[in-house]
Structures are given as C-alpha cells and as structure tokens.
C-alpha cells in the first residue's frame, strides 16, 4: 500500500524546536521531489520547504527561511523537517507530499501525488 505518513507534532512553547517525520511505504521516497505543506485554521494549504529527488537541493518559503531545515534519509526511506524557533504563526496541521510547491498560490495537486494525513503542531505558551 502507498502511503505518507507524518509524525512528530505537538505542543511546543514560542522558541521551541520539533522534527517532523514523513515515512513512505509502498515506494523510493528518493525518486520524487517531497514538500512538506502547512494549513493553519482558515486560511490556504502553504508549500514551505522542498527538498529534489536528484540532488537533494533544497528551498525554503520566506515565512520559514532560517528557521526551518528539511532533510532525507534514504536508507530509512524517510524526509524529515527541523523546525527551530517556533512562533505562534506557525501553529498549523503540516504535511508532506511528492509535490514541491512554496506559498498558497500557483500550484496544484492532481491525483497522483501522494499526501500524508497531517500532523498537528502548536505553538503556545
């Protein structure tokens, strides 16, 4: 079964840091470009970090530059997501997906990329 599956979220005090996790099952996370996505209540899905199947060459959203570090480990089939110096505005589910796209707008999914379920991370004091 092809699957995407996020883990690591939370609660988290403003300055914290948490690493996300995006396992694949079912197929080679390494032949595909993975993003990992954000939605906060309200507003629209927001592509913040993607790192390329080739070369691991990565890019970063300006709302998360800086701050935010995404990685892959192929041998565990794994992409992962260092988020330092957590803000209250980066409360939000997060997912990760075989699409990379940055902001809100100019981007589409269409039924063959794959998405996880999303993992919850709040950032509260």
């Known amino acids: 079964q092809v699957q995407l599956v996020e883990s690591g979220g939370g609660l988290v005090q403003p300055g914290g840091s948490l690493r996300l996790s995006c396992a694949a099952s079912g197929f080679r996370l390494d032949n595909y470009a993975i993003g990992w996505f954000r939605q906060a209540p309200g507003k629209g899905r927001e592509g913040i970090s993607c790192?390329?199947?080739?070369?691991?060459?990565?890019r970063y959203g300006d709302s998360v530059k800086g701050r935010f570090t995404i990685s892959r480990d192929n041998a565990k089939n794994t992409v992962y997501l260092q988020m330092n110096s957590l803000k209250p505005e980066d409360t939000a589910v997060y997912y990760c997906?075989?699409?990379?796209?940055?902001?809100?707008?100019?981007?589409?999914?269409?039924?063959?990329?794959?998405w996880g379920q999303g993992t919850q991370v709040t950032v509260s004091s």
């Open positions: 997906a075989t699409i990379c796209a940055l902001g809100t707008t100019g981007w589409a999914t269409n039924e063959y990329d794959y």
């Open positions: 790192i390329s199947s080739s070369d691991a060459r990565t």
